[in-house]
């Protein structure tokens, strides 16, 4: 079965550089969310999108922005990229009205140099 | 925040073993599900008890939740080398509202063989 495509897997870029990040959702889901995870943390949630539309918002900083495109497929932009954004982050996707259920991709580990 | 907190942090045991994390967290909640994730990789949703079940099963998985408590445990029976992973229950942050699960720091889990 399919599931939820992340891409680049991994990622090297320097301190206030920009890294744009794509989650591809299983087919006929329509929520996305992007987690972040730093080493030895948990995931934390960054933001949601339901319809294209911006459904929740977590603990985003304002340098990252968000969207979900009409194909349903999401797009994570970070600009002014700090050390401290140097993490993994996950995509997940489900059906809003099984939400409770959230299907994780493979994660983009970003590197901050 | 509702913030679940897994206990213990590190757990090792031999190939065979029960090995038992449990986890904490503050207000009500709708639910709780257990995700294992192996390292730096995706999430895997393991299982998911709402607030009025106590206990649930799915292979060698038992899941209990004790709501006067606020407190759950994972159970895996039988471990095998295979289980090596990490273990993170996560909470539903807004009863009645979107789901945005919030993840405890979870439990690093090392079965020897």
């Known amino acids: 079965a399919a599931g939820v495509i992340q891409s680049p897997r991994h990622l090297i870029k320097e301190k206030r550089e920009t890294a744009t990040l794509k989650c591809y959702p299983i087919?006929?889901?329509?929520?996305v969310y992007w987690y972040q995870q730093g080493p030895g943390q948990d995931p934390q949630f960054l933001i949601s999108?339901?319809?294209?539309?911006?459904?929740d918002k977590g603990s985003i900083p304002d340098r990252f922005s968000a969207q979900q495109f009409s194909d349903y497929h999401s797009e994570l932009n970070m600009s002014s990229l700090e050390l401290g954004d140097s993490a993994l982050y996950f995509c997940?996707?489900?059906?809003?009205?099984?939400?409770?259920?959230?299907?994780f991709g493979p994660g983009t580990r970003l590197l901050v140099l | 925040s509702q913030q679940g907190e897994e206990d213990p942090q590190a757990l090792s045991i031999q190939e065979g073993e029960n090995a038992t994390m449990n986890c904490s967290y503050k207000?009500?909640?709708?639910?709780l599900q257990w995700y294992r994730q192996n390292s730096g990789r995706g999430l895997v949703h393991l299982i998911l008890?709402?607030?009025?079940?106590r206990e649930k099963h799915s292979g060698r998985l038992r899941v209990t939740l004790d709501t006067s408590k606020k407190s759950s445990s994972l159970l895996i029976t039988a471990s095998r080398a295979a289980d090596t992973a990490s273990y993170f229950c996560?909470?539903?942050?807004?009863?009645?509202?979107?789901?945005?699960?919030?993840f405890g720091r979870g439990t690093s889990l090392i079965v020897h063989p």
């Open positions: 997940a996707s489900s059906l809003r009205d099984k939400e409770e259920t959230q299907y």
């Open positions: 087919p006929r889901h329509d929520t």
């Open positions: 999108f339901y319809e294209k539309m911006q459904s």
């Open positions: 207000t009500s909640i709708n639910n």
């Open positions: 008890i709402r607030s009025n079940e």
């Open positions: 996560a909470t539903d942050a807004e009863p009645g509202g979107s789901y945005i699960p919030t």
